[in-house]
């Protein structure tokens, strides 16, 4: 058969319109037949603030520095939701659409991507909640706020990369998802999330720092609230490990993809 | 260039486990060789099993071929499943743009083509409503009416006519027709031999995976009838 293997970059350039499509579907059908609709985006965060907020600053007098506990963790739970979220939609997105698998072809890339940009509007909404609650925090409004959309960027590739990756595994193995969700669990406080990395030991530092989303959720909360990166090799680090983890992602499914109609 | 759908000695094998000592290997299709040429009707008939849905995936290119060659040229459309890609809680119209966009039609041409392919549906009063509120005759015109505007050179048909009513199988055999003329090589996989003597040059009659007969209406048909009497 001709095999007309295109480039990331082609197929983003051929297909952009379907990925638009195929994201406003995911968007519009997620909030479809809910009162809130996407009220939904931002509650989830929000409800896991309050509660982060009472067990760990309340009853664990955990230390956040000179910002109020509360933006603090909502500052780290931003991209850590639309992660996790990515995650859960993202590894059955090719096994919930069999029709299209089995009966017509498009890159098979698609799927994750779509599925990890509708997540991107969920976090969109979640960041508006957050800017208005600086207001309230009395936190200052400072020019972070925009490079941080560069460490979304960032986390973007790397969820990309690893959905490339679990998502073509599971359509071979539905373990793929179950592994995924138990993982994102012990992920969040592998993570500095609900605390800062400060508080991690410095003798457990090195294994630590191997979790890429360190770099990510650390910088991304340093930009947002103090206009600083405290740790920009803890950033490099995880630049070039997402952009590995997209690479050979992409391999893989591009490897398997022409067995997922026979497989699904 | 003409559109062309050309297949040699084209081989499919499935590993089928079995759940104690090794897989098994099944054969879903055994050295098929055949070639449709512009203007074309290929009728593909043949019991359940026989390899018609496999031999649609290879030509839609979602599955490979074990071995053999394949050369597919052309605008191909599927028809296979009238929903790939629908959502019955989104409206028509959003339906139309994304079942359009998803055959590989820009988005431009969808605009274009928008009012024709509501009109020819006649969904006019409906467009706006969530499919799920569609009838599934209403639900069949739809998918139909995107798929033949999509201006296919190459077109998969999968037992979609054995929906709807007479009026909805009447004006699909029109477009049908009217597509033979204008060149549009069809493959037409059905069970109603009836439609297959009407719309089809030749026919492919598929037994475990191998060609039986390939040849004109009336003798696949016949032959087809002596082996499912057996």
């Known amino acids: ?264 | 260039m003409d559109a062309n759908v050309f297949f040699k000695n084209v081989s499919k094998s499935y590993r089928v486990q079995k759940l104690l000592g090794p897989s098994k290997e099944f054969w879903a299709l055994k050295d098929i060789s055949f070639e449709a040429k512009q203007g074309e009707t290929l009728g593909i008939i043949g019991a359940n099993g026989a390899g018609k849905t496999t031999l649609l995936k290879l030509i839609a290119n979602v599955t490979e071929p074990t071995s053999g060659e394949i050369e597919v040229s052309g605008r191909m459309i599927p028809l296979i499943e009238l929903n790939a890609g629908f959502h019955s809680e989104l409206s028509g119209r959003e339906n139309i743009f994304l079942n359009a966009s998803i055959l590989g039609l820009p988005r431009r041409e969808i605009k274009q083509k928008l009012d024709t392919i509501i009109s020819f549906a006649g969904l006019e009063a409906f467009i706006d409503q969530p499919i799920k509120k569609y009838s599934s005759g209403m639900f069949a015109r739809l998918g139909f009416s995107v798929a033949v505007h999509c201006d296919p050179e190459v077109l998969l048909i999968d037992e979609v006519l054995a929906v709807g009513d007479s009026d909805y199988q009447k004006m699909c055999i029109g477009k049908i027709k009217e597509f033979q003329k204008k060149g549009t090589i069809i493959l037409f996989v059905s069970h109603s031999m009836q439609l297959v003597r009407e719309l089809c040059s030749r026919v492919i009659l598929l037994k475990k995976g191998e060609v039986a007969c390939l040849g004109s209406p009336e003798e696949a048909a016949s032959l087809y009838g002596s082996i499912s009497n057996r």
């Open chain 1, 1 to 264: 058969m001709k095999k007309t293997k295109k480039s990331f970059f082609e197929t983003l350039r051929r297909y952009h319109e379907l990925i638009f499509f195929l994201t406003y579907r995911e968007v519009r059908i997620r909030y479809k037949q809910t009162l809130l609709g996407v009220a939904w985006a931002i509650i989830q965060p929000l409800m896991q603030m309050i509660v982060f907020t009472f067990v760990f600053s309340r009853l664990g007098k955990m230390s956040s520095g000179n910002v109020p506990y509360p933006i603090f963790v909502l500052a780290g739970l931003l991209p850590w939701t639309f992660f996790s979220g990515a995650l859960a939609r993202g590894v059955p997105i090719i096994i919930n659409y069999p029709n299209l698998v089995t009966k017509i072809y498009f890159p098979r890339e698609i799927f994750p991507i779509f599925a990890t940009l509708g997540l991107l509007v969920d976090f969109l909404c979640s960041f508006i909640v957050l800017l208005v609650f600086f207001y309230f925090f009395h936190v200052p409004y400072q020019i972070g706020i925009l490079s941080s959309f560069l460490i979304m960027f960032l986390l973007i590739i790397f969820t990309m990369g690893l959905l490339f990756f679990a998502a073509t595994v599971n359509v071979f193995f539905r373990d793929a998802a179950y592994a995924v969700s138990l993982l994102s669990q012990v992920w969040l406080f592998m993570t500095p999330v609900v605390y800062p990395l400060a508080q991690v030991p410095e003798k457990f530092r090195f294994w630590y720092q191997l979790n890429p989303m360190v770099g990510i959720v650390e910088s991304y909360r340093g930009l947002l609230l103090g206009g600083a990166i405290s740790h920009p090799e803890l950033l490099i680090q995880s630049a070039v490990t997402s952009v590995a983890v997209f690479y050979f992602g992409y391999r893989f499914l591009k490897y398997y993809e022409m067995k997922f109609a026979d497989a699904i």
